[in-house]
């Protein structure tokens, strides 16, 4: 059985009804296929699922007013960057399983278990087919070179995509390099930041910019669009993954950890344990054009082609570590 109950604010405060065998899971990624999961858990474990649905900022914010009293188990969001901001705020439990030390990658999992990756998503650059591929572009470090002569095309530095990019920048070059980075990228800018992630690859299809940096599943999802114009966008751009001989290409994720205060933490163990079976990896990465973060699981959607790219070790949790010193070093070079 499955319960949804969809809140888009926080003045609607459901009381969810107790029940033995249930968990509650507090969404920030919802897709339709969402439904088919859940059955398929209850079939398997006994255990109902009841979903709220919003946006991270305003669960987050029902979690800490519900406080100790909170009905919430689980709490499922995108980006490692916004996963640590329920760390911050103690929103989370340690925990630890067998199951998802064993299927999951180090790098996808919080080290003292307070929240695991699901499904993954790179941070590549765009170039124009048109222009061919640049030879001078190969790592995210290449961005910032005064010498580029290639324009970039960013949403703003505050967004938690480019925090984490940059935390891990600051991760392996130290912060003055770091800075160096942002005001070479800064001066390599097309235009001052605008829109989404989308955005930057549909400036690179139309030829004002260079270059762009997004994330891979937008591109998945224009070449899936409905709309012809989307699909045309998408065949006018390729992705480079960047720093493929040295560390790797930048991966986030979406994941989930189990709340401090959750009444049903088996059941919610239980549910990321299942999150992390083979079939329901393919499910979930497929819906948002990702890739799965259980290894040698394989999708059906269009990022199937550009699974094989190595991915930088870094463990996620640095993404949260180095945010704070992320946002200064993009304030200290006024990057927009
Ligand atoms: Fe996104």
């Not at 995108?78 to 180090?106: C, I, K, N, W, Y």
């Not at 401090?260 to 990321?272: D, G, Q, T, V």
Request: hydrophobic residues 40%; glycine residues 8%.
């Amino acid at each position: 059985m499955f319960r949804a109950a969809a809140v888009s604010t926080l003045a609607l405060s459901v009381v969810l009804p107790a029940f033995a065998d249930e968990v509650n899971l507090y969404s920030a990624r919802h897709y339709d296929t969402d439904f088919t999961i859940f059955e398929a858990f209850t079939e398997a474990t006994g255990i109902t699922v009841n979903l709220i649905e919003a946006s991270g900022d305003e669960l987050m914010a029902r979690i800490e007013s519900e406080g100790v009293n909170s009905p919430a188990d689980l709490f499922w969001t995108v980006d490692a960057g916004r996963l640590h901001t329920a760390v911050e705020r103690g929103m989370f439990q340690p925990t630890q399983s067998d199951v998802l030390e064993e299927r999951l990658p180090s790098d996808l999992r919080h080290p003292d278990g307070l929240f695991y990756g699901v499904t993954t998503r790179a941070r590549v650059i765009y170039y124009n087919v048109e222009n061919g591929r640049p030879e001078n572009v190969n790592t995210y470090e290449d961005l910032g070179n005064p010498d580029l002569g290639l324009t970039v095309c960013l949403r703003t530095s505050s967004h938690v995509y480019n925090l984490s990019l940059m935390s891990e920048i600051i991760e392996v070059h130290g912060e003055e390099v770091a800075k160096e980075w942002a005001t070479g990228l800064l001066g390599n800018l097309a235009r001052q930041p605008q829109g989404g992630d989308t955005d930057q690859i549909r400036g690179v299809a139309a030829g004002e910019c260079d270059l762009a940096v997004a994330n891979s599943y937008y591109w998945g999802r224009l070449q899936v669009s409905q709309n012809p114009a989307d699909r045309e966008t998408a065949a006018r751009v390729l992705p480079i993954f960047p720093n493929q001989d040295d560390r790797g290409t930048h991966v986030n994720m979406s994941g989930m950890g189990v709340l401090a205060n959750a009444p049903n933490p088996e059941n919610a163990l239980a549910f990321i344990e299942f999150m992390t079976t083979p079939t329901i990896q393919s499910i979930l990465a497929d819906q948002n054009n990702e890739w799965p973060a259980v290894e040698g699981v394989s999708v059906a959607g269009p990022m199937r082609d550009w699974a094989d790219f190595t991915r930088s070790d870094t463990n996620v949790a640095v993404y949260g570590t180095n945010q704070a010193t992320a946002i200064s070093i993009f304030d200290r070079v006024g990057f927009p």
